[in-house]
């Protein structure tokens, strides 16, 4: 028995850390590696109910910028089946590859996904960011 609490106790510390990771991650790659997402929040920490900006940066997966994108973005709490009550777009290039999203709000803690899509050159990919509000 002491065995089996030793195994249950480090396979939970170990999705423990993987969670923290996908939380402190700064950059992900889309699906089929094209693009490379990050983000700055207006709200750092993001707070549950207020409506706040991102900045998004997109880069080739070499890490050129990318200028010329059509980005959407949609989000949702999978474990709740449901979408963000928000419709985030982009209002503004802002160069260098860096993209003003407004209209982004959370109105409940827990794990949300937001997936953003991107459209540059004829070239569509999605990638998806995880956070844990």
Do not use: C
């Not at 065995?3 to 699906?31: C, H, M, N, P, Y």
């Not at 777009?89 to 959370?106: I, S």
Request: hydrophobic letters at 45%.
């Amino acid at each position: 028995m002491p065995g089996k609490l030793i195994r249950f106790s480090i396979l939970l510390l170990l999705l423990q850390v993987s969670v923290l990771a996908a939380d402190t991650e700064r950059e992900w790659s889309s699906r089929r590696g094209v693009y490379k997402i990050s983000f700055e929040a207006e709200l750092d920490p993001i707070e549950i109910n207020k409506i706040h900006a991102w900045v998004l940066s997109v880069r080739t997966s070499s890490g050129a910028p990318v200028t010329t994108a059509e980005i959407s973005v949609l989000g949702g709490m999978p474990l709740h089946d449901h979408g963000m009550p928000t419709r985030p777009r982009v209002t503004e290039y802002l160069g260098e590859g860096r993209y003003r999203l407004e209209g982004m709000r959370f109105h409940m803690n827990g794990r949300w996904e937001v997936s953003v899509t991107v459209k540059a050159d004829g070239i569509v990919d999605t990638a998806v960011i995880a956070l844990d509000l």
